[in-house]
């Protein structure tokens, strides 16, 4: 009887001990093998919680870059309206060789300064260079054409003058960079499962020549109706002749870029709401794990004032048990 | 009609019996805490008068007996619960052999940390985390942030192949250890108790000789009996042996025995192997195969004595015949890895001892290395830019042990993109080969198997790359907690049978009160009542035939 005395007071100890560490570390399970179901289910937990931070990391990176394309962006449209306002002036007024030289170069300082801005970087990134955006996507020529990626914005032909074998202008305006902010992505990423964080430029710009062949670019368009205003041998109404078809381009490339920018703000707004909603999860998730490894509080609690009651119980009943026999009777 | 002293042997014999009780009962008193010992009695017998069968015998009247014979000391000890104790103590040492060698393996998988946001103590997958990281450092590059850059994922990849290098060596410095204690420990232990039985064997055999019943000696053998069935199922046999001149003694043989305790037979009938055979005692021996499979193999010697043999090795003792015990939980963790046995002979999985979760960090590697390889390749033949290599240039033989990246992975190394715009580009932003990579990690599905692209392989294991990540952890808890449970259960399960078998052969203090009241009692009689025949004997010799006289 001693002996399994002794075991059943060192079961009870040992009880309490464990239910004395988990009342101050609340902690459900010490190793994996002491309930391994909570375990499997902490692990999971875990690593949901690390891929939820990774998806929310992405979107702060992301917009940022979105909000400065935005205001570059809206520079630049700024630029094209006081560029409209420029020619029109020309156009509408009666204006004199003196007048058309000057607007000719403002229009050339406001060419300059939108080559730099679509060059625009974002943390060692170039804001507009789709999926190569490690180096300055529009480049002039010799020429002083406007090349993108290396290919002519209105011809769509390499340097050399050749077709290009990799991708084209189109193919380029199309330009995606997937990334993964939780939208369930898998192998073979369409934008239904993954964010598309790519600006390729000449979306918003404009590419290629129309049937008459008058640019779409915008860049390019400057560049023709300015080399049009340095003409002193035109006469006014040849002028205005030759720049109505430009005037007609130079809006509807406006149109187009202010119509193609706007979907920029609409990223902002998806990247903002799907954060929200990330955020959430990542409550829950830690909800979660609060459940699966962690007990509550008032449960440790109790359970170490039963498990100390028990093991107090069995140190009395043992002195009760162990002390007297017939040698304490006998004379 | 009896002599005239009968009454005084009588009452002397009284009196050394009750002595001798008395003694027996101060033995079994002053032993009551010695461990392991029974609790004895003396065997006492009314002593018949002479010669009552034959010619000369007396006839007629009131002839008694001659007293009381203590003949013999006898334990109280009940053979049929030291059987079930035995078989029920070598399932015990097999499990808690199992539960001891197992649970140390979760610290190679996890650890417990404070986490960075908080001060609560949580439980970390180490691979998992690793895992994580990469993933981590991948997404930064593909969402733009200002400081990622392909050396950041290069180390996070490096530090992942280090972690299964610690774990591989983990396993293997378990391995070690489990030998260790198998042929250091273990054996010479059993070695010495397997001697020790032989050498009491024979002690006892002569004490019987000389008369005495060796009582102590055999509480002395049976300890070591118990002791020995921790390590291996035996079955014990005595025999009782005529030396001639009417004496019999007893022989003890020792058998190694199934899970049921029935000896383990040969083709005849007989017990194959027999461990203690009275004075002479074979001796387990271990050793390790020289290939690279590295098998463990017990193996029984003859029967020995003093150095002299008796008997042949046993060539045919095989680990299967170790059927539980410690000594067959050693050999499971070492010999057998579960699914990874299963081939034309062996339909199903074996215990998942150590080389399972070896076996399973090797699968893991490969098939992590593989898909990783594969992704950053930019020919579909064979893979031209493996980032995983086994040895730092080839990714042939990749093993949890020597998985590292590969030497050539200096920067502009990963494979970006694949897309026709930007095909085979090191330095295109596109980064769409990086998102092909944090997809495969995290939502594709593969199937590990045992044996890829060989007969009998088995596929165990179908999920995401997470998945199989955290399967390790978690099937090791899986099991360690089966065999903890069983522990338990065997544990209690002894007790049980220890608490019959002590109350039985314990020593009850009251019990023994009582009897040194009844034995002093009966020596306080048997000494009044020589007292009393003392004063009849006074009586007759003096006052006898003096009527007259002076």
Redesign the interface.
Known sequence: ?M??YR?DVSDAFASMNIAMRRAY???A????????LA??Q???V??EA??N???R???S??EG?NTTADHVLQQIATQIDTAKEKINSVVTDTANAQNREDIANELASIRQSMLSELNSK????YLF??????TAPFTLDADGNLLYRGLNVDTGLDKDGKVPT??SLE??AK??????IGL????G?TGQS?FD??MPGIRYVGYGTDENGVPKNVFSLLKDIEGYLKDDSASVSELVEKLNPYRDALQSAEDTFISSKTDIGARGNFLEETDSYLEAIGENLSEK?NQV??VDFEDAITSFSTQQYCYLASLQVGSKVLQT???DY?R | MSSTFDGLFIARSGVRAARASLNITGQNITNSTTPGYTRQRVDQAAVTPPSTNSFYSWAGGAVSGQGADAYDTSQLRDAFLDGEYRLQNALGGESSALAAALEPLEDIFTYTTTADSSDEVSTVDVLSNELSNLISQMQNLTSGKSDASESVIRDAADQLAKKFNIAAKGLETAREQQYDALSEHAVPQVNELLSGIAALNGQIKNAEVSGGSALELRDQRNLKLDELSQYMDIRVEETEVDVGSGKTVHELNVYLADKDGNALEDGDGNPEFTLVSNKKYAQVSVFQDADAKALTHARLSGLTEDGETFDTAKAEFQNADLQSGSLAGYLKLLNENGEYDISDTQTTATFRGIGYYSKLLDTLAQTFATTMNGLNSTTDAQPDKPLFTSNGFSADGITARNLQISSDWTSVYLTMSKDSANAGDDTSTSYSNITNMITALTSDEYTLETKPGEEGSDPFFTGTIQKAFMNVPTSLARSVAGVKSTDADNANRLDDIDTSRQSISSVSIDDEAVSLVQYNQALTAAARFMTAVDECLQTIISSMGVAGRG
Do not use: C
């Not at chain 1, 399970?29 to 391994?36: A, L, R, T, V, Y």
């Not at chain 1, 974002?122 to 990134?125: I, K, L, P, V, W």
């Open positions: 009887m002996s399994r075991s570390d609340y902690r399970f010490e190793k994996p093998s002491d309930s391994p375990a499997a902490t692990f999971q875990h690593w690390r891929l931070a990774d998806y990391n992405n979107i990176n992301l870059a974002y943390a060692d990134s260079g789709g999926s190569n955006a490690g990799a991708a193919d380029l330009d995606h960079v997937y990334v993964d369930g992505i898998e192998s990423a993954a964080s790519a794990d490894e962690y026999s017939l040698m006998l």
